[in-house]
């Protein structure tokens, strides 16, 4: 049985920083893309970031609104995927999930692609 946890959110103030894990299980942890997207009440669950392995590269793919404040990673001895956010903005505010799929290609925006998701973790920016 495939299980995602997250861990890691909480309550912080406009320029704070906060890192997410989120700890995989049952499955071949090395061979997923692990993706973090975001979802706000009423709107549609949104990309964060991405990364990928490949042999011995990492491959990282981030938002537009993240890029430049959040930084994606993963241990994959640990079967971990952290997300590190930084310069936080109240806009960040939202339920932070992770998820995993095996697929090629480059959509790994698209939800559709991942095969397993956590339950998530709120994320919350005061200003």
């Known amino acids: 049985q495939v299980q995602l946890v997250e861990s890691g959110g909480g309550l912080v103030q406009a320029g704070d920083s906060l890192r997410l894990s989120c700890a995989a299980s049952?499955?071949?942890?090395?061979?997923?893309?692990m993706g973090w997207f975001r979802q706000t009440p009423g709107k549609e669950r949104e990309f964060v970031a991405t990364?990928?392995?490949?042999?011995?590269?990492?491959?990282?793919y981030y938002a537009d609104s993240v890029k430049g404040r959040f930084t994606i990673s993963r241990d994959n001895a640990k079967n971990t995927v952290y997300l590190q956010m930084n310069n936080l903005k109240p806009e960040d505010t939202s339920v932070y999930l992770c998820?995993?799929?095996?697929?090629?290609?480059?959509?790994?925006?698209?939800?559709?692609?991942?095969?397993?998701w956590g339950q998530g973790t709120q994320v919350t920016v005061s200003s």
């Open positions: 049952g499955l071949t942890f090395s061979k997923y893309k």
């Open positions: 998820a995993a799929g095996d697929f090629s290609g480059s959509s790994y925006y698209e939800t559709r692609k991942y095969d397993y």
């Open positions: 990364i990928t392995t490949s042999g011995m590269l990492m491959y990282t």
